[in-house]
């Protein structure tokens, strides 16, 4: 099964159903104000940044997606907070953003 390709700042790359990076080391911080616009995110702010940052380190820990509260420790933000910058969904938003594998639940 091939992954649909789309071109994003600065290369073409392979994204899931839901648009979000198959391969994380494509990831550039061009790509993620992309994906925060789509998003619904004009701008991405140092906090927004913190966090997504924080998102990337905690997968890399974790081997894998991370989970919300590695996030918060990491990042130290509240979640209340993550959720007012990300709009609701804080943890899908910012791993779509920070080019990591939609996690699950």
């Known amino acids: 099964l091939q992954m649909p390709r789309r071109t994003l700042p600065g290369c073409e790359v ?3 159903e839901g648009g979000f990076l198959v391969d994380s080391f494509a990831w550039t911080p061009e ?6 616009r789509e998003c619904g995110l004009e701008t991405l702010t140092p906090r927004h940044w913190r966090a997504v940052l924080c998102c990337r380190e905690a997968a890399a820990r974790a081997g894998g997606a ?3 509260f ?8 509240p979640l209340r907070e993550l959720d007012r910058l990300f709009r609701h969904r804080p943890l899908e938003r910012m791993a779509k953003i920070a080019g990591l594998p ?4």
Do not use: Q, T, W
Request: proline share 8%; net charge negative.
């Open 14 to 16: 392979e994204v899931d």
């Open 31 to 36: 790509i993620a104000e992309e994906l925060a």
């Open 66 to 68: 991370p989970d919300l």
């Open 70 to 77: 590695s996030v918060v420790r990491l990042a130290g933000l």
């Open 102 to 105: 939609r996690p699950s639940a």
